[in-house]
């Protein structure tokens, strides 16, 4: 107990919640301390700690993420309560980017098939309740826009509709069927008249609510706001999917008859539409929006089947099979000229010469040409009355120059010498004067060649 409040007392006097816990190592040693201990002590530590002073906690939990995953069966209620209890804390509007972290680290934690952090009965979360101004005083009058469709009237219908995006069972009975069709038809209406004069965010821009307010001096700026719009048309389709979808624990009676499911088919067009035309990037976002729906049809049907895991069990049969599969070689006869590799390719490549030695001294394997051929067209050029320019000497050429130097190395190596013997002068002036000694060699050659002839 003394260890935990000297660690609590730590983080509260500034420091960081790492270096509070590294102080004690031995809690957190495999070979001194079960990880089960562990995690109870660092639970008791982020019970005792204050919100202000846990302001450290997620980078902490973060960090040793690989450690509670390591030993997560054994250790699963103690990880979740760990982090449960840190999540029910703190505040839906101020701490979100906490509760965010520690949420994206279950997400890390546990297998996507982990059926912990599910809603498998399709529960909602009735106590979500959107307040907003119901006095039935001026209902009337138009609110502070050009358009004198916005009026008082259509605030109580916005906001009204949240009411059956917190219970969407309710629609079962007529009259609230009635109720939603008529203000999910207003909303749309005034959505598509209504002109969109407010400022819209750069697409790069972060725009992030944790809950849009709800009083009605807002509402001129509100249906102007790109992000506001999206809100409500995407809860819109939301509850439609829902209405339209195969649930397993949604309500007998909730069953749509065929005037009700053409309407949703209609209006969902129509929402697509209005989506588009909302800047920025309108059918971008509508693309996106029908992506991730059509993935939620794919988790709502695994959750009907029981969350089935998700890993694929590996095929005895086929596993049967390959463990009882023997290779056969074949024996290879040595008092055979062919060599049979197995391999059809590798044969006829093997066998093209029975002796490799031979093959390798092959006249047809002797791709280096002779020193006179390949430097004829250079000799040709370096003559004074060839009339070539000099900026066209093969000379000029860096890969010929290479290949030269190459080629000289292997056959005609005293050539070096001559390079020595002038060092002031460049690679390429001297390149020029061995092709020239070359090609006076070559021709006296010739020229003795022909007397004795």
């Known amino acids: 107990m003394a260890v935990q409040v000297a660690v609590c007392d730590s983080v509260c006097k500034g420091y960081s919640l790492k270096s509070g816990l590294n102080r004690y190592p031995i809690y957190f040693s495999d070979n001194n301390a079960t990880l089960k201990k562990s995690f109870s002590f660092q639970g008791f530590i982020f019970t005792r700690l204050k919100l202000p002073c846990a302001g450290g906690t997620d980078s902490y939990v973060e960090e040793k993420s690989e450690l509670f995953a390591s030993e997560v069966p054994a250790n699963r209620n103690v990880v979740l309560r760990l982090c449960n209890d840190l999540i029910r804390r703190c505040s839906k509007s101020i701490n979100t980017l906490f509760c965010g972290r520690i949420q994206i680290m279950l997400a890390k934690i546990f297998p996507i098939s982990e059926r912990s952090g599910l809603n498998l009965q399709s529960q909602f979360n009735l106590e979500n309740i959107t307040e907003y101004n119901t006095s039935s005083e001026n209902t009337e009058t138009p609110m502070e826009t050009d358009s004198k469709e916005v009026t008082f009237l259509f605030y109580q219908t916005l906001w009204s509709i949240q009411d059956y995006f917190r219970n969407p069972n309710q629609i079962s009975n007529d009259a609230h069927w009635k109720k939603m069709e008529d203000t999910v038809n207003e909303i749309c209406r005034i959505f598509e008249n209504y002109k969109h004069e407010g400022s819209c965010p750069v697409a ?249 002839k």
């Not at 055979?336 to 093997?350: A, G």
């Not at 070539?388 to 890969?399: D, F, G, H, I």
């Not at 070096?416 to 002036?429: G, M, R, S, V």
């Open 204 to 452: 790069n821009e972060e725009a992030y609510f944790a809950k849009f307010l709800t009083s009605e001096r807002l509402l001129t700026l509100q249906i102007s706001d790109s992000n506001f719009r999206r809100h409500i048309l995407v809860q819109i389709l939301t509850l439609f999917q829902y209405l339209t979808g195969d649930v397993k624990f949604k309500p007998n009676k909730l069953v749509l008859s065929e005037p009700r499911k053409f309407w949703i088919r209609d209006t969902t067009n129509k929402i697509y539409s209005i989506l588009s035309d909302t800047p920025p990037e309108g059918d971008k976002f509508v693309q996106h929006i029908k992506s991730i729906l059509k993935y939620e049809e794919k988790w709502s049907k695994w959750k009907n089947e029981g969350c089935p895991s998700l890993s694929k069990a590996p095929d005895k049969t086929l596993q049967a099979k390959q463990k009882n599969l023997k290779r056969t070689v074949k024996a290879m006869d040595l008092s055979s000229d062919k060599f049979d590799l197995c391999n059809q390719t590798l044969t006829d490549l093997w066998n093209i010469c029975p002796d490799n030695l031979a093959a390798c001294q092959n006249s047809d394997r002797k791709f280096t040409p002779e020193t006179f051929k390949f430097f004829e067209d250079a000799i040709e050029q370096l003559e004074p009355d060839s009339g070539v320019e000099k900026e066209y000497y093969l000379t000029n050429e860096t890969a010929f120059v290479w290949r030269s130097l190459r080629l000289l190395a292997r056959q005609s190596v005293p050539y070096f010498q001559h390079i020595q013997n002038t060092k002031n002068l460049t690679l390429t002036d001297n390149l020029q004067n061995i092709i020239m000694l070359i090609g006076k060699e070559y021709k006296k050659e010739t020229g003795t060649e022909n007397e004795m």
